[in-house]
Structures are given as structure tokens and as C-alpha cells.
């Protein structure tokens, strides 16, 4: 079994304000591989993520809903701040974060 890892938070996105999410991340082994899969849910529902530790600060994963819907995240860890910001796009749209 490989490492597993929590994840949640908030974002803001209009209209409807500011939104919790909470999942996990499986580490794939052996511990050289930096890839992982988990899930996620949010306000718009429960998905699954595959993606990749880049480097030890960036993050980048495709989040998939149970709809269809896709989404590409790309997170880079802010020492300053002590935050995961970043980034995403699907849909036609790219969301910044600050």
C-alpha cells in the first residue's frame, strides 16, 4: 500500500461564495513513483483525481466527477503564505488562485 495523504479547504467562486472540499491522495509505490489517486468532494460533488507529485512543492492532478465533467489542477506550495495555491482549468475557463 502506498502513502495516504489528506486534502481539504475552501475556494471562492461566484455565486455561490465560499466552498469547503475534503479527500485523500494515494501515493503509488515503490516511493521513487510520484503519482497518486483519490477522491474528492465538493459543493458540485464527489470525484475521482489521478495525478502526479511534480516536484516536492507542485502538485498537478485531473479531477473527474461522477458526471464527466474534468477539471486540470496545477498547485504550487506557497512557503510564505504555508498554502497550496494554483490553479484550474476544464470547461472553456481558468480559475487563478491568490
Given at each position: ?35 497518486f489517486m483519490g477522491k474528492i468532494a465538493d459543493y458540485f460533488g464527489l470525484a475521482d483525481i489521478n495525478g502526479n507529485f511534480a516536484k516536492e ?42
Amino acid at each position: 500500500m502506498g502513502n495516504l495523504f489528506s486534502i481539504a479547504g475552501i475556494y471562492g467562486i461566484e455565486p455561490y461564495g465560499i466552498l469547503p472540499f475534503g479527500g485523500f491522495m494515494l501515493k503509488d509505490e515503490p516511493p521513487t513513483k510520484r503519482t497518486f489517486m483519490g477522491k474528492i468532494a465538493d459543493y458540485f460533488g464527489l470525484a475521482d483525481i489521478n495525478g502526479n507529485f511534480a516536484k516536492e512543492d507542485n502538485i498537478q492532478f485531473e479531477k473527474t466527477y461522477q458526471s464527466g465533467k474534468s477539471l486540470g489542477y496545477h498547485l504550487k506550495f506557497n512557503k510564505n503564505k504555508n498554502l497550496w495555491l494554483g490553479e484550474y482549468t476544464g470547461n472553456n475557463l481558468i480559475v487563478s488562485g491568490k
